[in-house]
Each structure stands twice: as structure tokens, then as C-alpha cells.
């Protein structure tokens, strides 16, 4: 299994920056891709970013130019750096982890973006 935690979230002006971290322990040595994903107030759940254990990004469009996924060199930490916020950036943002077939989800750090 694999424990999840997430941490950088708050509140930030529009067009400010903030870095979430998550920091992954359990059998990551078996993780295939780490990711973002985020829910505002009454919408679903959204991916904003992967990175496989590669190192292949993919991201929503909704961010692309804006958002960068990395990891640290032991992959026990993922980071997503969030610049340019928008208002519509609102949302609790979760660390997702694929193993063996199965998403390990972390719980949330809230990020709200003021106009």
C-alpha cells in the first residue's frame, strides 16, 4: 500500500503562485504514476497533472503553461508548482498514486485563489 500526504496549500491572490508537495511513503518503489487531481464546490473530481515513474507529464488544459508537476530524486515526493491562480483555481487539490492497478488518493489541501 501506499500513504499519501499533501501539504502547500492556502490562500493566494489571483495571479500568485503556491507549491503543493506530497509526500508518498509505503511501497513506492512500485508506483507507476503519481498525479493531481482537484474538486471545486459542486463539480467533479478533475485530473490536473501526472508524471510516471518515466518521468512523462501530462496536464489539463485548463492549466498547461501554468502548472508543473515534478518529483524529487528518491520519487518519495511529488510537487506541483501553480502559477498565474485564477479565481476559478479554487478547489481542494489530492495526490493520487497508481499501484498495481490501484488509485491510492491522499486528503486533500485546500487552495483558494482570491479575485
Known amino acids: 500500500q501506499v500513504q499519501l500526504v499533501e501539504s502547500g496549500g492556502g490562500l493566494v491572490q489571483a495571479g500568485g503562485s503556491l507549491r503543493l508537495s506530497c509526500a508518498a511513503s509505503g511501497r513506492i518503489g512500485s508506483i507507476s504514476r503519481m498525479g493531481w487531481y482537484r474538486q471545486a464546490p459542486g463539480k467533479q473530481r478533475e485530473l490536473v497533472a501526472t508524471i510516471t515513474g518515466g518521468g512523462s507529464t501530462n496536464y489539463a488544459d485548463s492549466v498547461k503553461g501554468r502548472v508543473t508537476i515534478s518529483r524529487d530524486s528518491t520519487k518519495r515526493t511529488v510537487y506541483l508548482e501553480m502559477n498565474s491562480l485564477k479565481p476559478e483555481d479554487t478547489a481542494v487539490y489530492y495526490c493520487?498514486?497508481?499501484?498495481?492497478?490501484?488509485?491510492?488518493w491522499g486528503q486533500g489541501t485546500q487552495v483558494t485563489v482570491s479575485s
Open positions: 493520487t498514486a497508481l499501484l498495481w492497478g490501484i488509485d491510492y
